[in-house]
């Protein structure tokens, strides 16, 4: 049901440096300038895109016109995450590009910050979190920025600012979390997502997609995707996400770029998926939307790839509307030769999982699997990326059709050369063989991984006959994402690795076992706010997998929980233990997902996911303060460069990556922005 593993920026790739990368690294050159700034918790980097230069002129032309259709949605993202976010974006960069007065005091620096978050999180909510990030100056400091600047230089009156936006950006309970999953709370009242209309209750949400089910349907659509859900009169009404529809001037411009890269598609089957998306934009029918993903599934020989439209669910708390986003990218030839074998073994490693057979899929159907160099990033997958892709989310389309996996190597290489010698591993590892270690096998095993994850974890197991697929509600998304991880964590640590050689030897999978009970129990608290709960989807997932491995092991100390020079460490005793661990747990989650268990996922997640060790939470955070790291991290896009002839015909297509991260958001502000304050 879930496909982007998201990029675990701290607690591992960027906090680790690593000796073993692809061939492909050396297309870099050595003075690649990695790191761009760094703000609040946040680190801007840039992503090489190495093998640029060897593709076709074409092949370049088709990922720039497929990169402008990437930047083109990017006001839809700000929309969907708040219905204020447009207009505060606009305010802010208004005061930012026409404020005269001095720009070097505190709060004028606290006021470019925000900004900077805002840009970095699609809004005003925390990209991870989901809370709403508050304001480093004051209200009344940020009204005299208002009144210094002319009226017509800002989206709205300045009257709605202060009377709307100000609230709203000061007022701590106004639209205080932007995916509310807490147990017992209306979760769509309580959220301050732009999925769902005003005075629409979770009840009567749940109610309307219920009744649109067909049981019956073999092949059932993903209804809610691609719209609002708004009353009007009374009534319930859906809004479709479409041309002459909502958002109709951003996607105008999306499909735009989409018909001038069927022009230069490889081959017939990527022009088809190219016409199935437009259509699809142009209809909203979400028919239309599963025979694109049926056609970008059997698109097997394009060298170029790309993912655009309203894709994951993550940003709606009952897992319903999808966020927009794109990924264009091409394949990374060498590294991709890891994948094949994944995929090509993918029988074996189904017939071989430690789930009940009921389970299993018989024969598995069009798992592909490739490594990719992202070449352009937009919606929600802007700025901040995940490191790998699996697609569709339909779980019948998968049943019948497959998926296709990716690994994104380049975003993978960025973080761990932005990350060498910063000090976390000495921090947190216990000892110096777990730094070694992990500096001898952390890369391969990471992305080997993320390969695992996504090619085959996704992708593995089936739904009993009778079971939908959306029985699990708000933990869905918890429940898978951990059995794609625990499918990943079981088989890493399987000889058959080794034998496929896809690890070098039988001690290369214990730095992903070291990396994950390391993250999972303590250095992803680093992004959470001392006495939360833990809200977000891969972090819950992360802590549920393991604690349950952690206390569920207690007694054959699999585990043990250590203290040296005041300072507490998880480390593995048993590895070959945790590894049969991961596979109980696994069979469990698995039977949860094909019998859609909605109590025993609620009791999983809740036991184990959601609460956290205070007195460890705060010794954590004291200890990673110390290293003035960043926990979350992000990227600028490189710069399209294109030469025409005098006919208008291109002529050359060249990347730069010179452009700063202010310098990159206001011109997409500028250039590509389409949409009114409020949709």
């Known amino acids: 049901m879930r496909s982007i593993f998201f990029v675990l920026t701290v607690t591992i790739l960027s906090m680790i440096s690593c000796t073993m990368h692809t061939e492909k690294e050396t297309d870099v050159t050595d003075d690649f300038q990695y790191t761009v700034e760094q703000f609040a918790d946040i680190r801007i980097l840039r992503y090489p895109v190495p093998g640029f230069d060897e593709l076709t002129l074409k092949q370049k032309e088709l990922l720039y016109y497929l990169s402008q259709a990437a930047i083109e949605g990017r006001d839809i993202i700000f ?23 001095d720009r070097t005091t505190d709060e004028f620096k606290a006021f470019e910050v925000y900004l900077k978050r805002v840009w970095f999180s699609n809004g005003i909510h925390h990209h991870y979190s989901t809370e709403k990030f508050e304001p480093g100056f004051s209200k009344e400091y940020f009204q005299n920025l208002i009144a210094e600047i002319g009226e017509s230089e800002f989206p709205v009156s300045k009257d709605e600012i202060n009377n709307t936006l100000v609230p709203v950006m000061f007022d701590p309970d106004i639209d205080a979390k932007r995916v509310n999953q807490n147990e017992g709370d209306d979760l769509i009242v309580t959220s301050a997502n732009n999925y769902w209309g005003d005075a629409i209750t979770q009840a009567e949400a749940e109610s309307f997609y219920e009744a649109k089910r067909d049981p019956a349907d ?139 057979p009921r389970f299993k899929k018989e024969e598995v159907k069009g798992v592909t699997a490739k490594v990719i160099t992202a070449a352009m990033l937009g919606g929600d997958c802007y700025p901040a990326t995940p490191i790998g892709i699996n697609l569709p989310n339909a ?34 590892c216990y000892s110096n063989d777990e730094i070694e270690l992990q500096k001898k096998y952390g890369f391969i095993a990471d992305n080997l991984h993320t390969d695992m994850h996504e090619c085959l974890g996704h992708g593995s197991g089936q739904l009993l006959p009778d079971v939908n697929g959306d029985e699990l509600k708000a933990y869905g998304a918890t429940i898978e994402e951990a059995r794609a991880d625990l499918f990943a964590l079981y088989y890493i640590g399987d000889d058959k690795m080794v034998e496929l050689g896809l690890l070098p030897d039988g001690d290369a999978y214990k730095a992903a076992y070291d990396d994950y009970i390391r993250n999972g129990l303590m250095t992803q608290l680093t992004r959470i706010k001392l006495g939360d709960n833990v809200e977000q989807t891969h972090m819950r997932n992360r802590q549920l997998i393991a604690r349950w491995a952690y206390l569920n092991g207690f007694e054959g100390n699999v585990i043990e929980r250590e203290e040296k020079g005041g300072k507490t460490y998880f480390v593995i005793k048993h590895y070959k233990k945790l590894h049969d661990l ?5 069979a469990e989650v698995q039977r949860i997902k094909s019998e859609g268990d909605y109590e025993a996922a609620k009791n999983l997640v809740e036991y184990y996911a959601v609460k956290i060790e205070r007195d460890l939470h705060k010794e954590v955070l004291e200890r990673y303060e110390k290293l003035n790291l960043a926990p979350y991290s992000g990227f600028v896009n490189p710069v399209y460069i294109v030469d025409k002839d005098s006919a208008g015909n291109i002529t050359g297509v060249n990347l730069d990556f010179s452009e700063g991260y202010a310098e990159q958001m206001i011109r997409y502000s500028k250039e590509h922005s389409w949409l009114p304050v409020y949709n």
């Open 582 to 586: 991961f596979g109980e747990l696994l």
């Open 79 to 101: 929309d969907q995450n708040n219905k204020h976010n447009l207009a505060i974006r606009r305010t802010l960069e208004a005061i930012w590009e026409n404020y005269k007065g």
């Open 395 to 428: 779980d019948w389309i998968r049943k019948e059709y497959g998926s296709k996996s990716v690994t994104i190597e380049n975003i993978t290489l960025a973080y761990d050369k932005a990350a060498q010698g910063n000090g976390f591993l000495e921090e947190f």
């Open 218 to 356: 073999p092949e059932p659509i993903w209804h809610g995707l691609n719209s609002r859900l708004e009353k009007e009169e009374g009534a319930l009404v859906e809004k479709t996400w479409k041309v002459d529809g909502v958002y109709s001037a951003a996607i105008e411009k999306i499909v735009f770029w989409l018909e001038k890269a069927l022009a230069v598609a490889e081959n017939e089957q990527q022009k088809q998926v190219i016409e199935y998306l437009v259509d699809y934009y142009k209809t909203g029918n979400l028919r239309t939307f599963d025979k694109y993903n049926i056609a970008w599934l059997a698109d097997q020989q394009s060298r170029i790839d790309f993912v655009n439209g309203f894709i994951e669910t993550y940003g709606d708390p009952l897992g319903i509307k999808a966020s927009w986003e794109s990924v264009v990218n091409f394949k990374d030839v060498e590294a991709t030769k890891r994948t094949v074998i994944i995929s090509d073994n993918a029988q074996w490693f189904e017939d071989h999982s430690p789930v009940d």
